[in-house]
């Protein structure tokens, strides 16, 4: 019997995997690094493949109130911000494409967890697995779970899967929110907005209740040489870096209060999630360049996978091989599609773009369709025993 699982990294993975395992009363502990949970503003979005999760653990209905439903997506031309091609979101009832505050979604799942009964352990950098558990013994391998939720960063990636660094991708994002009562009256701050241009895009879409609009615009960029992966941003620059672009996302980048820039880092893709009793999820497991917004969503399918198969199952390895089947297939793939769709963003030669918008403007629905409508849930029923 599964005594103790440690999770280690109170990120989106490590906290809505305390709430999944939790919820099926497996004793658990979270070791974080950090004083606390740290969240910078920003936003996120959560697609169904996410959503139906936050749903069966009843996280979805508190999630709501706090967030913002978008009635669609518009993909628009860079330089004039004419719409190529709209897709409806939020169209039924059980298909919730949820846009919220990073900081709003951590508050809950930090919450939640702690009102279960879960421990939370701040301050704890957890370098790695003690002694005791190393050597793995059967009863030992039985008994105890570690799952390195450490973020694309992961020391424990590095140390016990694939010692490879992370890659700077060429692309920077810059990030910030802005107060709506700031903004023009116009309806397209209530939608998501993609605006394409041949060195970067721009994503902007609302937040908190409709009443904040969170932006993230891509750039290209030879080198990253900060130390740390985010900096604070400076206005004039972010300006300049879009000088050409539409009156949309120039009021938006004028009225922003505080701008946040990133370095947009790669890992190579891994060929194992398990290394005895250590497990790897989220980030650390499959980071991913955030141009279809799954990194989260990824996460919240990983968590939810583990914490099913293991109250399901009373065989660990049993659970951790299936986990490993599933996850790593679909990491993969988003992996993959995440990298092309940055490629298919910026392209910049007139006739691919024109190829390009044509595509989007036939297959937009369907190519989001095929990422949004995978189900956990029914890809576990599949697996053979
Ligand atoms: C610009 C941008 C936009 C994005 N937009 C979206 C979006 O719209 N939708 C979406 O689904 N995803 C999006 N993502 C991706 C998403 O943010 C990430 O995939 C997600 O936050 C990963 O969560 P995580 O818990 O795996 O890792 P993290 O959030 O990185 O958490 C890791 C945690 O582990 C802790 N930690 C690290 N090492 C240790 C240690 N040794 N001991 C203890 N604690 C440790 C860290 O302090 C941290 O708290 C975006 C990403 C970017 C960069």
């Given at each position: 019997m599964l005594k103790k699982i440690n999770?280690?990294?109170?990120?989106?993975?490590?906290?809505?995997?305390?709430?999944?395992?939790?919820?099926?009363?497996?004793?658990?502990?979270?070791?974080?690094?950090?004083?606390?949970?740290?969240?910078?503003?920003?936003?996120?979005?959560?697609?169904?493949?996410?959503?139906?999760?936050?749903?069966k653990t009843g996280l979805l209905e508190n999630l709501i109130p706090l967030g913002y439903k978008p009635k669609r997506v518009n993909f628009r031309s860079f330089n004039n911000g004419k719409i190529i091609n709209s897709v409806l979101l939020n169209k039924e009832r059980d298909d919730v494409f949820l846009s919220?505050?990073?900081?709003?979604?951590?508050?809950?799942?930090?919450?939640?967890?702690?009102?279960?009964?879960?421990?939370?352990?701040?301050?704890?950098?957890?370098?790695?697995?003690?002694?005791?558990?190393?050597?793995?013994?059967?009863?030992e391998r039985k008994s105890e779970l570690f799952v390195a939720c450490d973020g694309i960063r992961s020391e424990f990636r590095q140390k016990y899967f694939l010692n490879d660094e992370p890659k700077f991708s060429n692309l920077i994002a810059w990030r910030g929110i802005v107060s709506k009562k700031n903004l023009s009256s116009h309806s397209l701050w209530n939608e998501i907005n993609i605006h394409l241009g041949s060195d970067g895009h721009i994503v902007h879409y609302p937040i908190s209740k409709g009443e904040e609009i969170n932006f993230v615009a891509i750039k290209k960029q030879k080198k990253w040489e900060k130390e740390t992966w985010i900096s604070e941003g400076n206005k004039i620059?972010?300006?300049?870096?879009?000088?050409?672009?539409?009156?949309?996302?120039?009021?938006?980048?004028?009225?922003?209060?505080?701008?946040?820039?990133?370095?947009?880092?790669?890992?190579?893709s891994i060929k194992k999630l398990v290394s005895n009793n250590l497990i790897l999820m989220g980030d650390a497991a499959h980071p991913v360049l955030p141009?279809?917004?799954?990194?989260?969503?990824?996460?919240?399918?990983?968590?939810?996978?583990?914490?099913?198969?293991?109250?399901?199952?009373?065989?660990l390895i049993y659970c951790l091989k299936k986990y490993e089947k599933l996850r790593l297939k679909r990491g993969k793939t988003i992996q993959f599609r995440s990298k092309l769709q940055g490629s298919f963003n910026h392209l910049s030669n007139g006739f691919l773009v024109f190829f390009r918008n044509l595509i989007l403007k036939m297959f937009a629905k369907y190519i989001q369709k095929s990422i949004h409508k995978y189900n956990v849930m029914d890809e576990i029923k599949r697996l053979p025993n």
């Open positions: 999770i280690i990294g109170a990120g989106i993975s490590g906290l809505f995997l305390g709430c999944c395992l939790k919820k099926n009363n497996f004793s658990v502990t979270i070791y974080e690094q950090d004083r606390d949970v740290s969240e910078y503003g920003a936003g996120i979005n959560l697609s169904k493949n996410a959503t139906i999760l936050l749903e919220v505050n990073r900081k709003d979604l951590i508050d809950l799942l930090k919450n939640t967890y702690l009102n279960m009964g879960g421990e939370l352990i701040f301050g704890k950098k957890f370098n790695e697995i003690n002694n005791s558990t190393e050597s793995f013994s059967d009863d620059e972010l300006l300049s870096d879009f000088n050409s672009w539409n009156d949309t996302v120039m009021e938006l980048f004028s009225k922003s209060y505080k701008t946040h820039k990133w370095g947009l880092f790669e890992r190579e141009f279809l917004a799954q990194g989260a969503c990824l996460a919240i399918e990983d968590a939810y996978c583990l914490a099913e198969l293991l109250s399901k199952n009373d065989d």
